[in-house]
T-cell receptor, first 110, second 112 residues
């Protein structure tokens, strides 16, 4: 069993829809939770960063962490075609070693 | 002004050859990494250096040897390339107070 599980999709939604992406994990030592966005043939770029449990909002993006359930989510409101990418969750226990999920491939259809 | 730059972007080579990938960061970060991304987009850590010192060495064949001449550079040398080494290799760096990495754009290695 992988430390971090993420449904690879693909996920396809119409423009303007609310997108929900999520990951589960098994290592209770994880405290730092991140979401990365990766466009085709590019490197991952940091989208959201959360420490411990709770919510964090940045524009159309909201990250949620539920440590009791070992479950993290990323919500995208008013999705745009430019949001089409692979979204990777990542987490760490503080040793600066990030463990990534497999990534979910998302397509927003105009 | 690229923050983390890798060269080359593409590398096609025959089995058995030796090749190197170079990485440089201009962010002043202390820690640099090599990650391998397979065809299913799964990113897996290979090595990590902090200020030229090796701190993470995952289960990687010893045909892979990282070298960090200074904290801004981290290179990866691969001996006796195998078909299974085909993947995208990403370099990344991180500062001491930010657990988010900055990634390079990747080196797409194809072994034929």
């Amino acid at each position: 069993q992988k430390e971090v599980e993420q449904d690879p999709g693909p996920l396809s939604v119409p423009e303007g829809a609310i997108v929900s992406l999520n990951c589960t994990y098994s290592n209770s030592a994880f405290q730092y939770f991140m979401w990365y966005r990766q466009y085709s043939r590019k490197g991952p770029e940091l989208l959201m960063y959360t420490y411990s449990s709770g919510n964090k909002e940045d524009g159309r993006f909201t990250a949620q962490v539920d440590k009791s359930s070992k479950y993290i989510s990323l919500f995208i409101r008013d999705s745009q075609p430019s949001d089409s990418a692979t979204y990777l969750c990542a987490m760490s226990g503080g040793a600066q070693k990030l463990v990534f999920g497999q990534g979910t491939r998302l397509t927003i259809n105009p | 002004d690229t923050a983390v730059s890798q060269t080359p972007k593409y590398l096609v080579t025959q089995m058995g050859n030796d090749k190197s990938i170079k990485c440089e960061q201009n962010l002043g970060h202390d820690t640099m990494y090599w990650y391998k991304q397979d065809s299913k987009k799964f990113l897996k850590i290979m090595f990590s250096y902090n200020n030229k010192e090796l701190i993470i060495n995952e289960t990687v064949p010893n045909r892979f040897s990282p070298k960090s001449p200074d904290k801004a550079h981290l290179n990866l040398h691969i001996n006796s390339l195998e078909l299974g080494d085909s993947a995208v290799y990403f370099c990344a760096s991180a500062g001491t107070t930010n657990y988010g990495y900055t990634f390079g754009s990747g080196t797409r290695l194809t072994v034929v």
